[in-house]
């Protein structure tokens, strides 16, 4: 049995956690143990995925480290638990984990693999700004050095290989077909029901963080510019930042076409209830809210970035990207959109989870990294 330690700043539910959680999930455990280290303890402030975790029957740790004894502490601590506990791999999941674990300290493992879920130069400068985010965006890369470096999509593995002469290789993220799945019809106005929504509505969503990367106020104005029904809403789920800039955007509180829902931890109960799905980041790695949102059968409005590209190249002529950063672009998807077969969009959708990007097709393809320390 080789054992698997899988090392994460916390288990608050963003991207890159729920890839990790879909990995553990469809990992053969006749084979392999896998154990998640955390590097912090979780802050009650954001959901969790904690007891998601917790279900799976895995052993859940935590090095409690701050921002401080992680510098002074973190490595030689980390180092101890990965000695104690016989680990034969360690999968890093994240900037901090890169940084504190150097391969030369870890002769005696298997493996160390990392997963890189963004091009994450774009990801850190547009965070922390130009000079900071440039030099953790080097260091992370430099941190890779003698590690089996997966990036998350094609487009991330060609842009960090080019401009760091790094040696990525990709597999796509994925989630799982069974959890996310089409509603019914009666389904769906259930859910509706039950969230407080008008079953007669046609219904956008919007999940992420509201923060510039997302661009969360193209998406808002792109809607509310849009020629379309009244009977149309748009479900803002996330919190950050720009929130304030964003409720600015109403010209009025009695327009109730725009709904801030602030986070959720039933993201998917909002999914299976709405129609549309819009993302309209600057910058992503292969963005898991797209794809929860194809596997609900939602049609997807993109920004036309690469790694949104990417995950729509397999339909055939798929019209709704619209020009980053263009909410006139936007507005006009949408109204085209509303036209189209619906039915038609929405197993167009499921049909590229069900058959190129899930946990199963994922799990698989790490599993041979783990086995071979390549990908064939």
């Known amino acids: 049995m080789v054992k698997i330690l899988y090392v994460i700043s916390t288990l608050k539910r963003t991207g890159p956690t729920n890839v990790l959680y879909n990995l553990i999930s469809e990992l053969d455990k006749t084979k392999f143990e896998p154990l998640v280290l955390t590097l912090s303890v979780e802050d009650e402030r954001f959901p969790s995925l904690y007891e998601d975790f917790k279900k799976l029957n895995i052993s859940i740790n935590s090095l409690n480290l701050t921002r401080l004894s992680g510098f002074l502490s973190g490595k030689s601590m980390l180092k101890r638990f990965v000695d104690k506990h016989q680990i034969n791999i360690v999968h890093l999941n994240g900037f901090r984990g890169d940084i504190l674990v150097k391969a030369a300290d870890y002769s005696k493992l298997q493996a160390i693999v990392s997963t890189i879920n963004s091009n994450i130069y774009d990801d850190y400068t547009m965070l922390y700004g130009k000079l900071k985010g440039s030099i953790m965006a080097w260091l992370h890369m430099r941190s890779l050095k003698d590690k089996i470096a997966i990036g998350c999509s094609n487009f991330v593995v060609k842009e960090l290989n080019k401009k760091y002469n790094s040696q990525l290789t990709a597999i796509y993220n ?107 980041s600057y910058s992503e790695g292969l963005p898991t809210s797209v794809m929860e949102a194809m596997a609900c059968g939602l049609p997807i409005i993109l920004s036309n970035i690469q790694p949104h590209i990417e995950l729509t190249q397999a339909i055939t002529s798929w019209n709704y990207l619209f020009n980053l950063n263009d909410s006139t672009s936007l ?21 590229i989870i069900d058959e190129k990007i899930n946990s199963t097709v994922m799990a698989r393809k790490y599993e041979e990294v783990y086995i071979n320390g390549v990908i064939k």
């Open 174 to 280: 994925g989630i799982p077909k069974c959890s996310y799945t089409v509603p019914t019809i009666d389904e769906k106005n259930q859910l509706k029901k039950e969230l407080g929504l008008n079953i007669d509505e046609k219904i956008f969503v919007f999940v992420g963080y509201l923060i510039y990367r997302k661009d969360p106020l193209t998406a808002i104005k792109g809607f509310l510019n849009a020629k379309i029904d009244s009977n149309t809403t748009f479900l803002v789920i996330g919190d950050g930042p720009l929130m304030d800039e964003c409720k600015s955007l109403l010209i009025t509180d009695e327009n109730k076409s725009v709904r801030f829902l602030g986070n959720q931890s039933q993201t998917l109960k909002y999914l299976k209830a709405s129609d549309y799905y819009i993302a309209s």
């Open 331 to 351: 507005s006009n998807k949408i109204e085209q959109i509303l036209k189209d077969d619906y039915n038609k969009l929405s197993n167009q959708c499921r049909a």
